[in-house]
């Protein structure tokens, strides 16, 4: 498939990227820094630079244009704007929609709550402190989310909890709301495998399911 994907040079999209090359997909990657691109990226015919930014309207438009799905892996950095996500996903969805592009899967937090979630002692803990410290990201991945769920797209919301760059275990827990038993770490290889199983498969069209170890 032709796949769009936004985050492309962070922790989550680097692994990925290789990923979704040797799956036979094509990548246009709206990245902001093509020289970080260019070091980080593996040089592919298949793969297509969108160099800008993702809260600049156009940009986005650029990159989504001519895609049969579109991945949002980015995320906050350091000095960006406290409400990147939201930001993003009112370009992000306008652009699908002009473009005729049905499947978005969107990277979160297992911190964004949604109805139907049962959250237990450690999930309630972990948000609290979260609530505490990053109370902008939580936020803004909850303002992200609320969008993207009052869309009529083929949208899955994929939560998860603490990510880490340790080698794959080649298999994760999957449930469909926060509380049924999640871990509270994810490898990100394994975070790889699932995000294009899933725009393959669409198991969890219009769900939020929290993947985790
Ligand atoms: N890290 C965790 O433990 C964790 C846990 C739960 C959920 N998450 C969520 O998972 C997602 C990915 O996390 P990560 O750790 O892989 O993120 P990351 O390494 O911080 O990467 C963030 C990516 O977003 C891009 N980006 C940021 N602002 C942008 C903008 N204005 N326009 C275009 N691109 C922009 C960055 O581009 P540059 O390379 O140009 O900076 C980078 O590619 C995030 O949404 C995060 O909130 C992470």
Partial sequence: MNLTLLGATGRTGVPLVPDALARGHRLTCLVR????????????????????????????????????????????????????????????????????VRRLVFLTGAGVRLDGDVPGVADRAIRGLMSLVQRDILDDGQAAVAAITASDLDWTVVRVPR?????????????????????????????????????EQGTWIRQAPVVSW
Avoid: Q
């Fill in 33 to 100: 820094d093509e020289g970080k691109a260019a070091r980080l990226l593996p040089s592919d015919d298949r793969l297509r630079l969108v160099v800008g930014d993702a809260t600049d309207a156009s940009a986005v438009d650029a990159a989504i244009a001519g895609a049969d799905a579109v991945l949002d892996a980015s995320g906050p950095v350091r000095g960006g704007p406290k409400r990147l996500r939201a930001e993003v996903v009112s370009h992000v969805l306008p652009a699908m929609h002009r473009h005729g």
């Fill in 163 to 199: 990510l880490v760059d340790a080698g794959g275990r080649g298999r994760v827990r999957t449930g469909g709301r926060v509380g049924d038993g999640s871990g509270t770490t994810l490898g990100r290889r394994d975070l790889a495998r699932f995000l294009l199983d899933e725009l």
